[in-house]
Each structure stands twice: as C-alpha cells, then as structure tokens.
T-cell receptor, first 109, second 111 residues
Framework: GQSLEQPSEVTAVEGAIVQINCTYQ??????LSWYQQHDGGAPTFLSY????GLEETGRFSSFLSRSDSYGYLLLQELQMKDSASYFC??????????FGKGTRLHILP | DTAVSQTPKYLVTQMGNDKSIKCEQN?????MYWYKQDSKKFLKIMFS???????INETVPNRFSPKSPDKAHLNLHINSLELGDSAVYFC??????????FGQGTRLTVV
C-alpha cells in the first residue's frame, strides 16, 4: 500500500521561514510533488522532486531524500497569501498520484 | 482558455438521484483523474484514465462510473446518490503524473 504522513497544522509568522515535512511509504516510487490549495479553490502544483536534493522556485524550495523516504517544502519570506493547505503527493506506477492529508499553514501578522 | 474545466461547479440533489459531472482538458495530456475531497480535505484518488483506457479504479462503489469518450474528456456518472457522496470532486490531467492540473471542482451536496 501507500501512505504519506505530514503535520496537520503549522503556524508561522509573516516574513519568517517554515518547513513542512512529509514521509512516505510506497511501492513503486517515481517522485514527490507539492501542491497548494486555498480555501474554496483547487490544488495547484508547486514543485516536483524525482532525485535527491533541493529544488528552488522563488520563495519555495522542495527537498527529497529517497533513501529516507522523506521530503519537505520550505517557504521563505512568508506572506499572508501563503495561508493555505499544502499537500505532498507521491507519483507511483501507472502515473498514480497519491496525496497526503494536507498541512494547514496559518500565518500570523 | 481554461486548461481543465469541469461542470457544474455546484450540484445539489436528493438521495437516490443520478447525476453526472463533466470534465474537459485542452492541454493534450494523456492521463486524466477523478479525485474526491471530503470535509477533512483528504484528496482521495478514485479513477485514472490514460488515453481513454481505465488504469486505476480505487475500490470505488460501482455506483460511480467514469466514461472517457476521448482523451480530452473524462466524465463521472453517479447512480443512486447517497448522503456520504457529498464532497468536492476534482478532475485533473497530467503529462505523466509529475504535475497535475486540476479543474475548479464540483461541490456535490446530497440532501
């Protein structure tokens, strides 16, 4: 089977840095993705890691360690608009995308 | 142009009814999905299709029947609706799974 674990909620201060962790157990792993979802909206793609290491896209970075079945999303210079739910997702066989339960990010002014 | 569009956005219906949700993508992707998001925000995969062929069926009740007339369309038909079917249903497409593009979602309420 497949399972992903991520914290249910994280709180941070505007302007700060926050890290959202994700651990996974899966058979047939091809990569780890991150998605952002605002209340009432659809999930939108943020990043994808197929290989170990850090990928940076503007204020967001994503890291993967395949040997540890672990990844994280790093958000820098937090803005109020970053308040949303963040999902890690594993890409498995047959292009199957399995999502974690999501982390609700609260940002305090 | 909307990349992945699904209709309707809202659907309120009575128990026992049959309803359909339509999805179309203009991105040229081979793979399309249906996901169900419950009140706890859990995104659960229901089905995936690759070039009109069913690839994944995640133990979804057979009251749910997807249909893909061509690789740009993946519709979802639900028979005999139950209260527990109330959720937001998302259609998505992807060029091999590394990046999924989601439709706006259909909020289904069964009363």
């Amino acid at each position: 089977g497949q399972s992903l674990e991520q914290p249910s909620e994280v709180t941070a201060v505007e302007g700060a840095i926050v890290q959202i962790n994700c651990t996974y157990q899966t058979s047939g792993f091809y990569g780890l993705s991150w998605y952002q979802q605002h209340d009432g909206g659809a999930p939108t793609f943020l990043s994808y890691n197929a290989l170990d290491g850090l990928e940076e896209t503007g204020r967001f970075s994503s890291f993967l360690s395949r040997s540890d079945s672990y990844g994280y999303l790093l958000l820098q210079e937090l803005q109020m608009k970053d308040s949303a739910s963040y999902f890690c997702a594993v890409l498995g066989r047959d292009d199957k995308i399995i999502f974690g339960k999501g982390t609700r990010l609260h940002i305090l002014p | 142009d909307t990349a992945v569009s699904q209709t309707p956005k809202y659907l309120v219906t009575q128990m026992g009814n049959d309803k359909s949700i339509k999805c179309e993508q203009n991105l040229g992707h081979d793979t399309m999905y249906w996901y169900k998001q419950d009140s706890k925000k859990f995104l659960k995969i229901m089905f995936s299709y690759n070039n009109k062929e069913l690839i994944i069926n995640e133990t979804v009740p057979n009251r749910f029947s997807p249909k893909s007339p061509d690789k740009a369309h993946l519709n979802l038909h639900i028979n005999s609706l139950e209260l527990g079917d109330s959720a937001v249903y998302f259609c998505a497409s992807s060029p091999r799974g590394r990046e999924a593009f989601f439709g706006q979602g259909t909020r289904l309420t069964v009363v």
